[in-house]
C-alpha cells in the first residue's frame, strides 16, 4: 500500500559490474533511495533505470499512466516470435484476446520488441486497470493459435493463481519508477554472495541477497571440453562457473587397488573451466569428477561425497560413471556417409534395442548392439521382410540404471556423447562405440536409415549436471526448484550458451562417429523453436539429407506451427487421435480429407512436416486401443480389430507426409491392455509367433509400403503440398467414408491413383461424377493387395458412377495403361 515503507523486492547482477535491484512500489523523484552494499562491496553508482528496459522482467510498463505490455523475444527462446501472432489477455478480455490485443515489433536501441501500447486507447487502459486490486492485474502471453507462453520462473511478478496458472501480475503502483540500477566498485563473483542492504534512517533496515542472474546465464568459453588425448598429453576440462573446486579421479583399466587412484586438483580459468594436463596418452582409463563449492543458496547443489560423470565422456562403465578416456585417433570414423531418403520418401518404424531381439533364438539375458546388428544382417530379419526404409531407435545414448541387464527404454539421459553402456558387449573396454557404429552400419547396409530418439529437454539420475551446477545447467524457479515442464523431474536450461553448445556438439559426434542419419528431439517444445532452427543450420553441412524429427510439445505448450518455417518433421497428434475414432466411424470425413492431404494447416505446410502416426512407445499401443475386447486388451484380436487394423494402415500409407509405424504395428502387436510399460521388457519385447499367426496382416501392410514406394506410389509422397486441381475428394453425406482421386488433373508426371475407405458397419454408396471407372484396374481391398490387380469376384461394384463400398472396407486403384 502507498503508506506502507518501500522495500526491496529482490536484486540480481546483470553484467560483473552492474545489477538492478527492485522495490515494492514506485520510488518518487529526487534522491536515490538509501542502498549499499555489504563489505568489501561498495557502490559506485545508483540510479533510476529507464522504466520500459524493466518491462524484460515484468512485460510491462507504464508510460503515461498508461500500461504497455512489451515481450522480449530473448526471454522467450523456445519462440518463433517473428512467426507467431502474439496477444496479451487477462481478465480485461475475458483471456480471449482478439486481434486488436495483438503485439507488435517496436526497435529499441537495437532491440526487437513486441509491444502493445494502450496510450492512444484510454478506454482499454481503464478497462485494463479497473481489474486492479491489491493484488495486482493478471496477464498473460498467447499465440493466436492459442498455445499460451508461460511466465518465465525468473520472473519476479510472477504468481500462481488459483486454478494453478502462472501469470505475470500488472501493478500500478509499480510502473517501471520502482526499479534502480547499480554499478559496483567491485566485480561480483560467480562464487560469492553479495547483498544489498536498506539502511534509512527511520529504522528501516533489511537486505537481500543480490542473484548470479543474467550474470551467471551468460557465462560462456571457446576451450575444448571433456577429455582428449592430444600430443602425448590427456587434456581434462569441465565447465563449472560457481565451483571453488574441481578435483580429478582417475585411474589406470587395470588399477586392483585404490593406491592407485590419482585425485588431482584442476586449475580454475577466467570463463568458468577448470583444466589440468597429464602427461601420457591416458586412453581407456577411468575418471571422475568431484566438485565443491559453496551452497549458501538453493541454487547450487555441490557435494564432495558425489562422483560426477563428464558431460563430455565418450564412454563410460556404467550410468554413475566412470567415465573412460577415449583417444579418438583410435576410433575408425565411417568414411562414407549414408545418403537417406528424402522425408516423404521414408516409411520408418520406431523401435527398440532389445524389444526387436529379445526373443530371438539364442538371446541372452543382455541383449545389446552387437545382437541386433547380427538379427539385421540376417535375411530373416523382420524389419527386412516388413520392407521399411528407416528405423527410428528409442534413445541409445546412456540413460539411468543400477542393472545392465534391467529393462528401460533410455529415456532418463544421463551423457549426451556415450552409448549405452547396457548395450555394449564390454562396456569396460569401451566396445560400446564400435557396437553403435557396427549396428548403424548394418541398418544401412539393409537399406535403413538410423534415426536416433534424442531427449535433451531434461536428465535422469544420477544428475550429474546438478552437481556441476544446479542453475545453469537446469531451469529453475526464483526460489531455486527444479522446474518441471518434462514431466520427468527437471528441465535442462537451453538458453545459456554451454548447455547449447554441448547439445549440438553431442548431436555432431554421433553424425562424425556413428553416421547417424536423422534425429528425433524428444519435446522438443522445451528446446524451443530458435535452439532448433539454429541445430538446423548447424548439422545440415555435416550431412545434407540429415532427417530432423520433432515431439513438438511439452507439459508448457506446442510449436508445431511454429515448425512449418524449418525443415523439422513434427510428430502428428492430430493423426494419431483422429485414426482410432475414425476407424470405430466416429469422426467426420472432413478429417479424413484433410489427413489425406499432408494435414495442410498453413500455406507454409509441406507433407514432410508431418509425421503421420497412429502408435509410439507411449500409452495404449494401437491394437489395445482399438480393440472390442474388454480392458484394452488386443491378446486375442476380434475379425473386427484385424480389419480396422488394415483400414489404419491404408489410410496411414495412402496419406500424404512422412508414415511412421511402431514395431509390430504390423502383426497386431499388444501390451495385453497396459497402457505405460517403459520397464516392462516382458510385455514389449516383439511376440514372433503372432508374426506368423497374423501374417495376412503383415503381408498386407508389407505390400502397401512396398507400393508406396515404388513409383507407381509416386502420388502418394509428394514433397510439396498439393496444389488445387491434384486432389478431387467424393464424399458421402452423413457418413464417415471418403474417395480421393490424386493428381486428378494430371498436372505432375506422376501415376494418378483412386483409393477409398468406409469404416462403416454397412456398405457405403458414393456418387463418383466424371470419372470413368472403366480407366482403373483395383489394387487392393481390406484384405489384400495385389500389384497386378485383384481377382474380378474381389473387385468392388463401381458403375455408373456410382461406387459401392462395402462394410469396413478399403480399396486402392490405379489407372489402367
Known sequence: ??????????????????????????????????????????????????????????????????????????????????????????????????GEWRLLPEIWDGDTVLTLRTIAKNDVAAEILRYDTDAGVPFKFTTQSGVWLEVPTQTVNRKCDAHGNFNYILSPSRTGHHVFAFVSETPASLAGHEAMVWDSRDGNRHAVNISRGDFLLQQDSSLEMGAHVHGGCTHFRLFAPRATAVTLELWPPDATATARHKRLPLAAHADGVWELEHQGALHGWRYQYTVSGENTDASTDFDTTVSVLDPYALATLSPAGPGLVVDTARIAFPQTRYQPPAPTDLVIIEAHVRDLVARLPGSGPRPGFRELAAWVRSP????????????????????????????????????????????????????????????????????????????????????????????????????????????????????????????????????????????????????????????????????????LIAEPWSFRGHIGRALLHTGYTSWNDNFREYLPAWVHAAADATGLRHFL??????????????????????DFCWLDRITENPGNNGTKPTANDACRTRLMGAVLLAAQGVPMLAQGQDFLRTKNGRNNTYLRGDVNALDYARLQKFHTTHVYFRDWIAFRLSDRGAALRLHEQAQEGFFKFFHAEHTCALAAWYNADGHLPVPPLFFAANPHPHPVAIWIPGVDSAGFRQLADMDRFCSNGLPPEAVFDWQAGVLTLPPMSVGLWETVR
Open 380 to 547: 530373416d530379419c523382420y524389419l527386412r521382410q516388413l520392407g521399411v526404409n528407416a528405423i527410428e531407435l528409442q534413445p541409445v545414448q546412456e540413460f539411468d540404471g543400477t542393472d545392465p541387464a534391467a529393462y528401460h527404454w533410455g529415456y532418463m539421459p544421463v551423457n549426451w556423447f556415450a552409448p549405452a553402456s547396457a548395450y555394449a558387449r564390454d562396456p569396460a573396454a569401451g566396445t560400446q562405440i564400435e557396437d553403435l557404429q557396427d549396428l548403424v552400419a548394418a541398418c544401412h547396409e539393409a537399406g535403413l536409415a538410423v534415426i536416433f530418439d534424442v531427449v535433451y529437454n531434461h536428465v535422469g539420475e544420477p544428475n550429474h549436471l546438478r552437481h556441476i551446477d544446479k542453475s545453469y545447467y537446469l531451469e529453475t524457479t526464483r526460489s531455486h526448484e527444479l522446474s518441471n515442464w518434462s514431466g520427468c523431474g527437471n528441465d535442462v536450461r537451453p538458453s545459456v550458451p554451454m548447455v547449447r553448445r554441448l547439445i549440438f556438439e553431442s548431436l555432431r559426434h554421433l553424425i562424425e562417429c556413428f553416421d547417424v542419419d536423422g534425429f528425433r528431439f524428444d519435446l522438443a517444445e522445451l528446446l524451443g523453436v530458435p535452439l532448433l532452427h539454429k541445430l538446423e543450420r548447424e548439422l545440415r553441412p555435416l550431412k545434407p539429407g540429415l532427417i
Open 1 to 98: 500500500m502507498v503508506n506502507e515503507p518501500h522495500r526491496m523486492l529482490g536484486a540480481h547482477w546483470t553484467t560483473r559490474f552492474d545489477g538492478l535491484v527492485a522495490l515494492s512500489r514506485d520510488w518518487p523523484s529526487g534522491a536515490p533511495p538509501p542502498l549499499a552494499l555489504t563489505a568489501p562491496g561498495k557502490l559506485r553508482r545508483l540510479f533510476r533505470m529507464e522504466p520500459r528496459r524493466w518491462s524484460r522482467y515484468s512485460g510491462y510498463f507504464f508510460e503515461d499512466g498508461a500500461p504497455v505490455f512489451v515481450l522480449w523475444p530473448e526471454i522467450f527462446p523456445h519462440v518463433d516470435c517473428r512467426a507467431e501472432d502474439i496477444r496479451v489477455a487477462g481478465p480485461f478480455n475475458n483471456w480471449q484476446p482478439g
Open 597 to 618: 492431404s499432408g494435414s495442410p494447416i498453413t500455406p507454409e505446410a509441406t507433407p514432410a512436416h508431418t509425421l503421420n502416426y497412429t502408435e509410439s512407445h507411449d
